[in-house]
Each structure stands twice: as structure tokens, then as C-alpha cells.
T-cell receptor
Framework: DQQVKQNSPSLSVQEGRISILNCDYT??????FLWYKKYPAEGPTFLIS?????DKNEDGRFTVFLNKSAKHLSLHIVPSQPGDSAVYFC??????????FGSGTQLTVLP | NAGVTQTPKFRVLKTGQSMTLLCAQD?????MYWYRQDPGMGLRLIHY???????AKGEVPDGYNVSRLKKQNFLLGLESAAPSQTSVYFC????????????FGPGTRLTVT
């Protein structure tokens, strides 16, 4: 049973437009959420995070939104750039010392 | 700083063979992790360590053993490889398991035939 789900395996957007990547979780004990980006043949790299006491966190072009009642978070990238093309993983953690990852969404930004 | 390095980058094993994957980090992190990534499954935690000399099981520990004899190194062993262990293995390290991002190595692609 996947506790963190990314239901869209892939997403394509035009350069300059907004990319919205979604993630749902089922475990109500999760209280910290992260997004990682992964290029081919490389390890994931940390992108942005949010604590459950917030509903929004911004870092430059990247914003993460958290809706605790819906157990849903999303990553917005504005404006999208071709270099943003990668696989994006959301992850969650709670009192257990483990990150639980979603299955990833392949983002393709078209020039 | 090299960050997190993994050795080897690629390996092909026959069923029943053994091998050890080496992870090294130069950031003085306390926490280290081993994950496997399979298509459509994301990353799953195999084992982790909260400090030198300590190890703990993650989500999918069966068939693997680990050791953390030195703070900077975390070894993942396969005693008798099986085709189900064909995967990409990532090592990561962090200051803490919460609130601090994990830094990942480049991965080891293992094929068991």
C-alpha cells in the first residue's frame, strides 16, 4: 500500500508556462514533506520542503503548497525552463526515521 | 568536497554470487541510508544508520546486510544475489532524518542474471 502517491507518471509543459506536479499521501502522521529532482544517471537532489505547520513555501521559481485536510501537496514551477526537465519525487516523513517516496513524475519542458 | 560517492557504478552478478557496495561521504553526516529504485516504485529504504556502529532496517531489508564501521562509510552487502535484486541502488546521507535534506550519491546499477 503506497503511502505517498504521484498519480501522473509524466507531464509536458511549454517553456515559460507553469508546471504543477501533484502528490497525495495517506498517512496522517506525516508532518514534513520534501520534493527531490532527479536527472538521468544522477542521484536525486533536494529541491524544496514544507512543514505541516505551513501551507506554502517559496524558493525562487519553486513553490510547494500543502493541503493537510486533503492530504495533498503540489509543486509549482513558474516559469518553467527546459533545464527543469527531470523526474520529480515527493517524499514525506513523520516520527519514524524514514522518508517515504512517491513513484515520481517525469516533467518535460518543451522549448 | 566530493559529497556522496558510490562504488562501483555498474555491476553484473550471477544468481547466488555475493558483493558489497561502498558508500562514502565527506560531509561529516551522522545519518546514512541505502535505497533501491525500481521502475514505477520510487525509492524504497533498505537499511539506514543513525551513527557510527549503528544500523537499522528500512522498508525492504530482506536479502541485504549493512555495516557502518566508520562514520564516513556505509556498506551494503548482498550475500546471495537474486534476480529480484536487480535495481539501481542509491546511498544518501544527512545531518538528521527530519528537517534536513538527504544528499544522494550517483547510484549503482546492479543486474543479477
Amino acid at each position: 500500500d503506497q503511502q505517498v502517491k504521484q498519480n501522473s507518471p509524466s507531464l509536458s509543459v511549454q517553456e515559460g508556462r507553469i508546471s504543477i506536479l501533484n502528490c497525495d499521501y495517506t498517512n496522517s502522521m506525516f508532518d514534513y514533506f520534501l520534493w527531490y529532482k532527479k536527472y538521468p544517471a544522477e542521484g536525486p537532489t533536494f529541491l524544496i520542503s514544507i512543514s505541516s505547520i505551513k501551507d506554502k513555501n517559496e524558493d525562487g521559481r519553486f513553490t510547494v503548497f500543502l493541503n493537510k485536510s486533503a492530504k495533498h501537496l503540489s509543486l509549482h514551477i513558474v516559469p518553467s525552463q527546459p533545464g527543469d526537465s527531470a523526474v520529480y519525487f515527493c517524499a514525506a516523513t513523520g516520527s519514524a526515521r524514514q522518508l517515504t517516496f512517491g513513484s515520481g513524475t517525469q516533467l518535460t519542458v518543451l522549448p | 568536497n566530493a559529497g556522496v560517492t558510490q562504488t562501483p557504478k555498474f555491476r553484473v552478478l550471477k544468481t547466488g554470487q555475493s558483493m558489497t557496495l561502498l558508500c562514502a561521504q565527506d560531509m561529516n553526516h551522522e545519518y546514512m541510508y541505502w535505497y533501491r529504485q525500481d521502475p514505477g516504485m520510487g525509492l524504497r529504504l533498505i537499511h539506514y544508520s543513525v551513527g557510527e556502529g549503528t544500523t537499522a532496517k528500512g522498508e525492504v531489508p530482506d536479502g541485504y546486510n549493512v555495516s557502518r564501521l566508520k562514520k564516513q562509510n556505509f556498506l551494503l552487502g548482498l550475500e546471495s544475489a537474486a534476480p529480484s535484486q536487480t535495481s539501481v541502488y542509491f546511498c544518501a546521507s544527512s545531518w538528521d532524518f527530519r528537517g534536513y535534506e538527504q544528499y544522494f550519491g550517483p547510484g549503482t546499477r546492479l543486474t543479477v542474471t
